[in-house]
């Protein structure tokens, strides 16, 4: 995995990520809020490791929470989820509940959760013994894509097999299902599931007084959306579920396209460079084509001459293609940031320009000085194989796979293929089996209406999976943000703000078909955060042409 090493030189000050020692707090089993990163609220929550033993061994679930602003006219909590699967919501809210908040406003606590496995909740999902033994891995798994020039395929599937080997060692358990027994003997892999954690959510809502859970989320939380849709739809109040991943493909075992509108992200990148013109657009030129033609001669002078830096953030490495078509791919789902880091970084190849490239890191980032929630972690393949039902791929299947993603996306296509194809593989023989996994379907009618949102053209969760799981569940309507990035989120403007925080309020859902326009554009604006001007003025009126316009 590849990382911009920025993230590790963590702050220390008193609001600062490393301000607050999740393994300190005493685990409870009321939610007890202790204050933490300023102004925010943390606690573990114990839960049943298995809901169908409550009284077996427990599960320490993280919560944090950014209260509400406005107390006189609270409205209650809205759990957040950023997708993964393995990202912890503790960090989202850390990360990105300022954000969060300014969608939905002042009377809303914004509250993220571990799910199971990662980050502060614990068991941790940590297959290998230390920090050290992880990275080795990992830069050996980030080294993997060499296909079809050498046997990397081969070796990656071997890699997936040892680490598949190293959790149920380690969170398999003993095959021993007393009373008395703790959570290593039952073996917490096997209860990390999806199913799993959409319990963990009713019980959290159950435990903040609100008998119905107010939802929204991303990507991975898509699918978190809709577990809890088809297994307890009674205690949805309100979800909105963004950048949606296809939860029949996901039951299945099977996510080989959800790469198929990388292409239309990428033609969106050469065509918002043009229209930025050379003083925005690093590798500027007068067509789409001449974009392109550049960025591929930028890619064939990296394979020829791989950049050597000896002094990057990360320790010494040397630039390559595959490393440079990494962080391109990672740029993709955030345009108004990736876009120009994109352009930027082409044009420090073109120039050999090694100060600029010195901040790309390869997995070598050294985080063994960090606690235990930032460190690498497996719980990625805990959940997503013990989601997946039981099978064995053939090395032709693995293979066949990645030609797919190859001709799905040209040049890019292996690099995608690293979130569809190397999870199938370390799927394939996956050796824990989930107790309490949910085979579907994942559909139904639904009791309260939901809202369904999507960016265009989204590089992992493509337009027709929001369709598709629209269609499944009767009472889900679909809001489309024009532009290109990842789920509404990256992309989001003041109108699918508004939209949204209106329907968190009052349940109100647009009409069917509307779309919101692109209002911050790649290279040209930066990110906004004043959302609440646009959802004031909408809020308890009915939509107009002027916020929302018919696609
Ligand atoms: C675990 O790994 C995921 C990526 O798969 C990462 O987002 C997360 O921060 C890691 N750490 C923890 C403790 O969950
Ligand atoms: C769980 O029980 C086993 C067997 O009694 C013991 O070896 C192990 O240390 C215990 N683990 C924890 C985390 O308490
Ligand atoms: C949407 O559903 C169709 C029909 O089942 C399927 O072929 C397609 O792969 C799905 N698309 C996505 C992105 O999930």
Redesign the pocket.
Known sequence: MLALAAATVLPRQDTGPLSFNWYALEPADDIKWTPCFGSQLCARLNVPLDYSTPNGPTAQIALQMIPAADKENYQGTIIVNPGGPSGPGTQFVLGNGIKLSRIFGPTFDILGFDPRGTGATT?LIQCFNSVKEANAWSIALGMMWDYPHDTSVQRTRAHTQLIGQLCKDKFGG?GKEELG?????WGPARFVGTASVVRDMVRISEKLGQPKVRYYGVSYGTTIGQHLAALFPDKIERMIIDGVQDGHHWLNGYNYDIITDVGDVIDDFYQTCVAAGPSKCSIWEKTALGVKRRVERVLDSLRNDPIPIAHSVGGPFVLTEDIFLQVVFTDLYSPLSGFPDIAQLARAVETRDITRLAHVADGAVDTSALPPWYQPNESLFAIECGDWPPYTDSLRDSLSALRKSIALVPRLGLYAASSTTHVRMACSGWPIAQKNRFAGPLAGALPVPVLVTSSRYDPVTPLAGARNVTARYPGMRLLVQEGAGHAAYTTMSKCTAGIMRAYMITGELPPEGTSCKRELVPFVDVEDLEYDLAAQARFGRPFSHRLAHRS
């Open positions: 068991p003993s027994a703790n959570a290593t003997e």
